[in-house]
């Protein structure tokens, strides 16, 4: 059986369900059931708050309330109410005029929590349930020996550890250490993928640089070789006219030349000669 203060760990601020109509669901019994329930004891089903005394097992002591009384903690504090159905909490601490108690359903709808009460007013207490302490007689390594649903359980983990089915203890602290190497892995694998994630990252940055560079080049590069095509346009064209020129000035020159070799040969007539040269000149026809 846990603890008060477990069960109040394992349910505070948390809805309760034990049973009972679908049309009552996390109602003040529930809670109480899952106390009583923790006793090992059978629930009480089908019940409202203030009969549960007339239902529970006998191994819970009714106690009724008295102006001078106090509930213990984990007492389950029952209340009556006009409407026929009470309500039920379990006692966190208590003195005769006040108390603190652990309910579901206070007020309607809510879920497991500590509430301060008095006993009196429309909602009244009329005492509380305390589990027995059973004899230790028959108690062996925290079983009861006399409680056919203990040993039950008992056997069957007994069964199922000589079959192999359940592991020893030896086995299962072997089992601990490799899942705390693997966890160890894990981890590591973990940082790595982080490092890795990290690094492909910085490619992508760089990729992104490289290939805003490339296509800044590319763009020059596009540039430049437009201008080569306009130079070599340019080019051809001038090439074209320093072909007219030299052609006119190969022209001019096998002319002069020409004139030059006819000038050498005027030096070189007698006076006769350069009277038939003219007359030859002459009859040349234009």
């Not at 809805?15 to 009480?44: F, H, R, T």
């Not at 590591?188 to 290939?211: G, I, P």
């Amino acid at each position: 059986m846990i603890t008060f203060t477990e069960f109040l760990d394992k349910w505070n601020g948390k809805p309760c369900e034990m049973g009972g109509s679908s049309n009552a669901k996390n109602q003040c019994v529930d809670l109480a059931n899952a106390w009583i329930a923790e006793y090992g004891e059978p629930i009480v089903l089908w019940t409202n708050a203030q009969d549960f005394p007339k239902k529970i097992s006998p191994n819970f002591k009714w106690i009724a309330n008295t102006p001078t009384g106090a509930p213990q903690q984990g007492d389950i504090i029952v209340w009556k109410s006009p409407d026929g159905f009470g309500h039920i909490g379990i006692c966190s601490s208590a003195t005769s005029s006040k108390f603190v108690s652990f309910d579901q359903n206070w007020p309607v709808g809510s879920v497991c929590k500590l509430v301060n009460h008095t006993y009196t007013g429309t909602y009244t207490v009329i005492g509380w349930l305390r589990g027995k302490v059973k004899s230790t007689e028959n108690i062996y390594k925290g079983l009861d020996l006399t409680n056919k649903d203990s040993m039950k359980v008992a056997v069957d983990a007994w069964s199922d550890l000589t079959s192999g089915k359940l592991k020893t203890i030896s086995e299962y602290e072997s089992l601990q250490t490799q899942m705390r190497d693997k966890d160890k892995q894990i981890q590591t694998l973990q940082e790595k993928v982080l490092s890795l994630d990290k690094f492909v990252k910085d490619l992508q940055d760089r990729v992104m640089a490289l290939e805003s560079e490339i296509k800044a080049n590319l763009d020059l590069v596009s540039n430049q070789q437009l201008e080569v095509k306009t130079a070599n346009k340019l080019i051809q064209k001038k090439q074209e006219e320093l072909d007219a020129i030299t052609s006119e000035k190969n022209k001019y020159k096998n002319y002069y030349e020409t004139k030059c070799d006819e000038l050498k040969k005027l030096d070189k007539m007698t006076a006769w000669q350069h009277i038939k040269y003219g007359i030859k000149l002459l009859s040349v026809k234009k």
